[in-house]
């Protein structure tokens, strides 16, 4: 509770500070270092990272982190198999300086393109090793999960369980264009119309849906 209690104190003096900065009642942080850049919402695009990344004092963000000068010399101006940027992948986390992880890798190449940057992120946040293999257990009968009794059925409004899945083929958020966007849904979409029997449904799109179908 403690550690709680002291993050969210320490994010509202940061806060604070930024506001203070931007109505001109603090002295603004000093210029970055000979070419480096300082962190900031400033940074509007990736050709905006014209050097090493400076972030503020208290940042806790594993960009922050594990983003040294080196790292950042081994991948600067580079792209990934998808032609994403390493300056695009660390962009977010370079503009917000609150963020948790700051990095968004452009393809599942990256992280191995990368590896510099990714390995010990993820690490840090996963405690996975770079000699660990994933174990996936698709196995629903292993499963622990016996119905709710109706007083404790009564309580649940509603759950949802997210899973997101990515087309090998296709570059992950960061660097996907809008005509590949429209690809990767054509593509879902065809498939999902194809399911038979209780996995067979109705796929709304975003775009041109009824406020019917929005309700």
Known sequence: MTLL??????GVKAMIKREMELRGGAKPAAAAAPGNVKAGP?????EDITGFVEFPAGTKSLLCKFLTPET?????????SCGVSFERMILSG????DSGIGVYAGCHKSYYEMEKLFDPIILDYH???KTDKHVSNMDHSQLKCPPFSAEEAAL?????????RNL????LGPGI???????????????LSKMTGELKGKYYPLKGMSKKDQD
């Open 42 to 46: 400033h940074l509007k695009k990736p």
């Open 94 to 97: 370079a503009q917000n300086v």
């Open 72 to 80: 950042y010399n081994a991948y600067k101006g580079k792209k990934d």
């Open 156 to 164: 649940v409004q509603s759950t949802r369980i997210r899973v997101g």
């Open 127 to 129: 405690g996975h090793k």
């Open 177 to 191: 264009s809008k005509e590949q966007r429209n690809k990767v849904e054509s593509l879902v979409s065809g498939v």
């Open 168 to 171: 090998a083929e296709f570059p």
């Open 5 to 10: 209690v002291q993050d969210m104190y320490d």
